[in-house]
C-alpha cells in the first residue's frame, strides 16, 4: 500500500506512534519520559549517529517516485 498510495498526514502520525511505542516500551504507550531519544535522530542512518529505522515520509516518497 505505502508503494502505490501517498500516506496521509495523519495515518503516518498513527503509524509513528505505535512504532515509538513498539520500540521504547514493547508495545505499551510510551511518554516523552520513557523515550529515551529524539524520534527523528532514531531515524537517521547508522552513519550518521541513528539507528537506521526508516522514515515512513522518506520510505513513501521513495517508492512512490520508484513508478515514475
Not at 503509524?15 to 527523528?40: H, P
Not at 522514515?55 to 520508484?66: G, V
Request: aromatic share 8%.
Amino acid at each position: 500500500m505505502i508503494s502505490s498510495y501517498k500516506i496521509p498526514v495523519w495515518a503516518r502520525g498513527q503509524i509513528d506512534k505505535m512504532r515509538r511505542n513498539c520500540f521504547w516500551k514493547g508495545g505499551r504507550e510510551a511518554s516523552s519520559s520513557t523515550c529515551l531519544v529524539n524520534w527523528e535522530e532514531v531515524c537517521l542512518p547508522k552513519d550518521q549517529g541513528g539507528l537506521g529505522v526508516q522514515s515512513l515520509q522518506i520510505m513513501n516518497k521513495a517508492l512512490l517516485r520508484k513508478w515514475i
